[in-house]
């Protein structure tokens, strides 16, 4: 079958390439090897082929080009770290390769700085608290994580300049013991024993003297959380009350009932303390520390005592005190007493404790003189004598002489308060015609005899007394009468 002239000059063209090609693989594959060889680069090495076509130029590892005039390197890191070294490792490029590295907390399993995973190294968790057992330091525990640790405080411990859990290498903190501070104690309650204010110890407390427990615990121990286990016990202070009060005593003392007051006893007026040369007796007593009066044997005997006073003299006492020892069922007591005095006498008898007041009063007996005052006056009595007269001293009606004209029976002529008189002498002229204490000293009568009295009169009980007083007086007159003292 004829051809075409155009399709026969094509195949004759390619089969003339195809020539061409042959002829320089020929001659190259029929030059001397070294000549290739010596074209590569120097980062490539040259080899040949499977085929046996002749020798190549190819990079090496860790190099890309076309070996003769090109061999760069190769970033085997551009694809990842956790896909060339795997998790945990960091990927560092090389001239012509790489090398891998673990983070921190983590080492190669092949226990060198640096690795291929080519090999099957990877990188492991470093153990920090196996490898360093006091990293954390006292009161700490060390607790392992993956590619790190930190450290938690024991109970009883707190964090110090740090947040729990804490990492000493970073933040510098540490773990201290806690402190609870002084023990519960307060101004009743004392430290008995201690060990200490640290987490754990534990103190002993008790009551002060002069208090009693009356309820809470003894004992409290420092708390993880920094506070005592229990508060202070309860302590009351320990009060004796009122003191038992003794017959016939009064109790001298500031009225303190706390432990430790001192009271003592006196007796009253009209007593004194039995005496007993065997046990001589106390009249102190001391509140104890059992919230008890201390007894004291002091006893109070009965004696007499009797006071005396007078109506008519205000200023007038008369007071005395006479002891009384007497076993009889019937005492008899004798007791000097003043006249005319008003006597309140208390017999106490201290066995039976009986308490016997008796009032009384005493009279003028015999020449007995008395010195009245206050309510006492001196009155000048003027009695005519005409036939027979009769005087009666304690006779209250007794007039007055009036318009100067004496009258024809017995008359006040002058009277003389005794509380007015400052001297023991008076010198009084009947018949002067003054006054004297509001009555009229009347002139006598010529050719008449008289008798001039001399009585006190005495205000007491609101009833008058008059009684003579023995006294030595002076008369003196202008008329010639028969004056008698």
């Known amino acids: 079958k004829p051809q075409n002239p155009d399709s026969r000059a094509g195949v004759e063209r390619g089969n003339e390439l195809q020539l061409l090609i042959l002829l320089i693989r020929t001659a190259s594959s029929t030059g001397p090897a070294g000549d290739i060889c010596a074209s590569c680069h120097a980062n490539a090495t040259c080899s040949i082929p499977q085929d046996g076509s002749g020798h190549v130029c190819i990079c090496m590892y860790g190099f890309i080009g076309n ?23 960091a990927c560092h490029n090389t001239v012509g390769s790489y090398a891998c590295t673990c983070m921190g907390g983590f080492r190669p399993s092949n226990h060198r ?36 640790f930190e450290c938690r405080c024991l109970l009883g411990y707190r964090a110090h300049n740090a947040s729990d859990p804490l990492q ?79 017959p016939h005593a009064r109790m001298l003392w500031d009225n303190g009932t706390r432990v ?23 009249n102190r007593s001391v509140c104890g520390e059992d919230g ?62 009986f308490t016997a007041n008796i009032t009384t009063n005493t009279s003028l007996q015999g020449n007995t003189v008395v010195f009245f005052l206050g309510c006492s006056v001196y009155q000048v009595v003027v009695v005519p004598l005409d036939g027979t007269v009769v005087f009666d001293c304690r006779s209250r009606g007794i007039p007055g002489s009036s318009q100067g004209v004496p009258p024809s029976s017995q008359y006040i002529t002058g009277q003389f308060p005794l509380g007015h008189m400052n001297d ?49 007086l002076e008369f003196t007159s202008k008329y010639p009468s028969h004056l008698e003292s």
């Open 67 to 89: 070996g003769r005039t090109l061999c760069q390197d190769k970033d085997e890191c551009q694809i990842g770290a956790r896909k060339i070294c795997g998790p945990r490792a």
């Open 113 to 148: 700085t640096s690795f291929t995973p080519n090999d099957g190294t990877y990188c492991q968790d470093i153990d920090e608290c196996g490898r360093h057992p006091a990293v954390c330091g006292e009161g700490a525990r060390c607790v392992n994580l993956e590619g790190d």
């Open 168 to 246: 000493p290498l970073r933040d510098k903190g540490s773990c201290k013991v806690v402190d609870c501070g002084p023990p519960p104690a307060g101004e009743a309650v004392r430290v008995l024993s201690t060990n200490g204010t640290a987490y754990g110890s534990v103190v002993l407390m008790g009551c002060k003297d002069g208090f009693l427990w009356r309820r809470g615990d003894n004992s409290s121990t420092c708390g993880p959380d920094g506070t005592w286990s229990r508060p202070a016990p309860l302590c009351q202070e320990i009060q004796c009350g009122e003191p038992l009060s003794k």
């Open 260 to 282: 430790g007051s001192v009271l003592h006893y006196q007796c009253e007026e009209g007593y004194r303390p039995s005496t007993n040369r065997h046990s001589p007796s106390t």
């Open 292 to 353: 008890q009066w201390e007894e004291s044997d002091l006893r109070c005997e009965g004696i007499v005592v009797f006071r005396g006073t007078r109506d008519y003299q205000g200023a007038f006492r008369h007071e005395k005190r006479q002891l009384l020892h007497s076993w009889d069922k019937w005492v008899e007591v004798c007791l000097s007493l003043l006249p005319a005095t008003n006597y309140t006498i208390s017999v106490i008898a201290l066995s039976t404790r």
């Open 424 to 472: 023991t002498e008076m010198i009084f002229t009947v018949g002067d015609g003054r006054f004297h204490g509001g009555f009229l000293n009347a002139p006598l009568k010529r050719g008449t005899s008289y008798y001039v009295i001399l009585r006190v009169v005495s205000q007491w009980k609101e009833a008058g007394h008059s009684m003579g007083f023995k006294s030595t």
